[in-house]
């Protein structure tokens, strides 16, 4: 099969002319108010009636004529006859004459003859006696007909996005039916390797996020998307897909199969079927990205990466809706902040995640292939082709994705369920990244992390402070943290009895590289092999599933339950949650390592004293334990 190379790419600001180009027209339908919302006003609307329709009163109280009320005061109240009483939505015609009042609920119609409402609180009734003990003047407490919204009055105007302000306006008017602009988009994921949410997981598949994290995407530039569905990697079911599509939709999104492997063929197709705009944009991430016109329907080939798909959707798919809706972007917040370190970048325009974490800028990328790599970052930074280097402390923009939290702190390293618990007991928002110790070693070092968590053991059995002092770390103090119990994890009909064991042939399953749980096993297996007689090296050999890398404690034995592995190695804390067997091997020290320059904010101060404090020793989950090292602070190493 031929390849495509990438020999001449579009560049963003070409990309960015050619789709602003392009426009479609959307048709109008009507629509409930309650599914209205997120949508785009097809016309203006006019009003059809008077809100209020009636003079209405705003206050519990006494319609009465106001001059009746002038000479009124606290020691000389007047004194009315009260001669009935109006409930709110009563229509019954009363009359108020010299001398009269008649007693109103907030809401109800101000009956003939009045042209004031007396609140209740200056007012004392006994009978049909009514003492009025403040003045009111003419039209007080009165809400007078259309002084709301007047028939005939423009009350929302064509292009609006439709939100609960503008919902409740409507359904006051009356209106139950709205006519919104209804912009059809077509999304087709393709890859044999695709199912769908919700089906069994198999080897060598993926869920597919593109389809509703896309969806998602259109309905926010107000589009309505159409989902449909899967499609295998098969020129024919693609092509079927996509006429389909084509016939029924404005735009139509297909995801996958545009770069320039072996069996992308989605490229070939757009092209057969109409007319290639271009293939290929120098940015990153999303370069292989396809922009074509089929019988009049722009169709865009986004690449299959889920966070390239959806920077490249927002990047040049969203204009085409918006420019099509003829709605401005919904706002986005930008905020400038200050690089927490430096990024490497070069040689192409860029929209690179980051962390906004008080203020400072970290990156949040870790292959474009991680969809998480989106919901950890708080928003994107541009950076143009010919930046190679931006350096910690200059300042940059942030455009902030819709809805985010900033998070208070930036904790990368081992993963534990004691973090969890001091998260919960800080009331803080931790951005918690499980990337094993050595990442957070790095992190800290590198200025990315505020907090890492970390359990290292080296040959001696120190944990922690010996990897500092080999990197010669010296802004950063080690808080020790808690003990907590390693060992096997293994399910009840399937015993294991001790490390031994796992050179008998048991399938292992191992925590990943970097980790100080593998790190802790591999120690152990150093002194088990010694009192073999024999070097770890050769024992670790004769383990079945040593390379294997499980990222959490919990999915090793998620392994363990489903018997994919017979055995992990892993805590207790863990293997009890999972209901499996545990047999203890060795205990680890779990610390973070802390900039010394956070030392005295509010954030961290709260961290530490949560960890020093009572509570948090007696909600330790099951063997993990608090000891006279727990909260100590060690400044050299
Ligand atoms: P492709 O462009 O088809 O080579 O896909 C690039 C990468 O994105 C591959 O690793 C695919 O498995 C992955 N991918 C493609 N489509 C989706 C999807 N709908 N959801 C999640 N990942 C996808
Ligand atoms: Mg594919």
Redesign the pocket.
């Known amino acids: 099969m031929q390849r495509k190379e990438f020999r001449e790419l579009t560049s963003v600001e070409d990309a960015r002319v050619l789709v602003g180009k392009i426009r479609v027209t959307p048709k109008t339908v009507k629509t409930p108010i309650e599914k209205a919302a997120g949508h785009i006003i097809a016309e203006d609307i006019f009003s059809n009636v008077d809100v209020p329709a009636f003079n209405r009163s705003v206050k519990d109280g006494y319609a009465v004529r106001a001059k009746d009320t002038y000479q009124a005061s606290e020691p000389q109240p007047c004194e009315l006859r009260c001669t009935a009483s109006i409930p709110a939505g009563c229509a019954d015609d009363f009359f108020v004459d010299d001398g009269e009042a008649i007693e109103i609920s907030t809401g109800a119609p101000i009956p003939d003859g009045a042209d004031a409402v007396v609140m209740v609180e200056n007012t004392k009734q006994s009978s049909d006696s009514l003492l009025v003990y403040q003045p009111v003047h003419i039209g007080e407490n009165i809400m007078r007909v259309g002084s709301d919204i007047m028939k005939g009055e423009r009350i929302l105007r064509k292009n609006t996005r439709l939100g609960s302000r503008e919902i409740g306006v409507l359904a006051s008017i009356g209106m139950s039916e709205v006519p919104v602009k209804r912009l059809l988009v077509g999304i087709i994921?393709?890859?044999d390797?695709?199912i769908r949410p919700g089906e069994k997981i198999e080897a060598g598949r993926?869920?597919?996020?593109?389809?509703y994290a896309t969806s998602v995407a259109i309905e926010e530039c107000g589009g309505t998307p159409k989902i449909y569905g899967i499609v295998a990697d098969d020129a024919a079911l693609m092509e079927e897909a996509l006429d389909r599509a084509i016939m029924e939709c404005d735009i139509v999104l297909t995801?996958?199969?545009?770069?320039a492997?072996v069996g992308?063929i989605m490229y070939r197709i757009i092209e057969e079927k109409g007319k290639t705009l271009t293939h290929g944009i120098a940015i990153k991430p999303g370069k292989?990205v396809v922009i074509g016109m089929i019988d009049n329907v722009p169709t865009i080939g986004l690449?299959?990466?889920?966070t390239s798909a959806l920077s490249i959707f927002n990047e040049f798919v969203a204009p085409i809706i918006h420019n099509s809706l003829g709605v401005r972007p919904s706002f986005k917040t930008k905020v400038r902040a200050v690089m927490g370190t430096g990024i490497r970048s070069g040689g192409r325009e860029e929209l690179f995640p980051v962390g906004l974490v008080r203020g400072k800028v970290y990156p949040a990328d870790k292959t474009s292939?991680a969809i998480t790599t989106l919901s950890d970052a708080d928003g994107i930074i541009e950076i143009r082709a010919h930046t190679e280097y931006i350096k910690a402390g200059s300042e940059v923009e942030v455009t902030m994705f819709g809805n985010v939290t900033s998070p208070d702190l930036m904790l990368v390293g081992g993963q534990c369920p004691g973090t969890d618990l001091l998260e919960e007991m800080t009331g803080l928002v931790f951005r918690t990244l499980n990337m094993g110790s050595s990442a957070g070693f790095t992190a800290i070092s590198g200025g990315t992390a505020d907090i890492a968590c970390v359990n290292m053991v080296d040959p001696q059995g120190d944990f922690n402070s010996s990897v500092l002092a080999k990197m010669n770390l010296k802004d950063v103090v080690l808080v020790k943290g808690y003990r907590r119990e390693q060992g096997l994890i293994f399910a009840a009909d399937n015993p294991v009895h001790g490390l031994e064991n796992l050179i008998t042939g048991v399938r292992l399953i191992n925590r990943n590289r970097g980790s100080g749980t593998r790190a802790l096993l591999e120690r152990e297996l150093g002194i088990l092999a010694a009192k073999m007689g024999t070097t770890r090296n050769e024992l670790i050999k004769n383990i079945n599933g040593y390379n294997s890398g499980s990222k959490t404690h919990r999915s090793v034995c998620d392994t363990v339950r489903s018997a994919r592995a017979d055995v992990g190695f892993g805590l207790r804390a863990a293997a009890d949650e999972a209901g499996l067997e545990f047999i203890p091997v060795a205990e680890d020290e779990f610390d973070f390592v802390i900039r010394k320059d956070l030392l005295d904010i509010k954030e961290i101060r709260v961290f530490l004293d949560a960890l020093s404090c009572e509570e948090f020793s007696k909600r330790l989950p099951p063997g993990m334990y608090t000891y006279e090292m727990t909260g100590r602070i060690i400044s050299s190493f």
């Open positions: 994921s393709t890859g390797e695709l993926i869920y597919d996020a593109n389809s995801s996958g199969s545009t770069s492997g992308d292989p690449p299959g990466n889920p292939g």
